[in-house]
């Protein structure tokens, strides 16, 4: 008999997917934080152009999700937010982010390094940083016009970010 209880009272926080309307990331995020739910959502600063202006503004990185640090048995607090609309999982169990990708996310942004967001990419070959800012990471490569690019991966939501590496600073896996 399988005794595997996905709400148990783990004391253990783990990070979840939580996927929100479109558009209302920060607004979902603001309202997971007033509620004292440690968040995580990345943001990238990009030049919005309008007819008359142009300005800097910051938006998610990965549309339309953002990161919760939570026990499951929290997971009702998470879910009864304003544009708040489901914690990802398989069938309606709530699966956990690796603590690796979240702090490989927060690590790139934290660095000075160029990147763009990229469609998931599930093929090609793993790699691992051996220099720089982003030293220990894993990502898979991928080649593109002659220069190397290092992708990224949160592999439950198939979201990746892709960035410009030197091939002398990585290996392959």
């Known amino acids: 008999m399988n005794n595997f209880n996905p709400f148990s009272t783990s004391s253990t926080k783990e990070w979840y997917s939580v996927y929100t309307m479109v558009r209302h990331e920060k607004a ?3 309202a997971l934080a007033e509620k004292d739910i440690e968040t995580f959502l ?3 600063e990009v030049l919005s152009r309008w007819k008359d202006r142009k300005k800097r503004i910051q938006i998610p990185l990965f549309p339309g999700y953002l990161f ?3 026990h499951l048995k929290d997971m009702w607090d998470v879910l009864n937010r304003r544009n708040v609309v489901r914690i990802l999982g398989v069938q309606g169990i709530p699966i956990p982010v690796p603590v690796e990708q979240i702090n490989a996310i927060k690590r790139l942004l934290e660095s000075d390094l160029r990147y763009d967001p990229y469609p998931y990419f599930a093929e090609g070959k793993e790699v691992i940083v051996v ?3 982003l030293q220990g990471v ?3 490569i991928l080649e ?3 220069n190397y690019r290092l992708i990224l991966s949160v592999d439950f939501i198939q979201r990746s970010v892709s ?3 030197d091939i002398k600073d990585i290996e392959l896996v």
Do not use: T
């Open 28 to 30: 979902a995020n603001l």
């Open 42 to 44: 990345p943001l990238r």
């Open 68 to 70: 919760v640090n939570i």
């Open 131 to 133: 220099n720089g800012p």
């Open 138 to 140: 894993r990502g898979k």
């Open 144 to 146: 593109v016009r002659g």
């Open 163 to 165: 960035l410009e590496i």
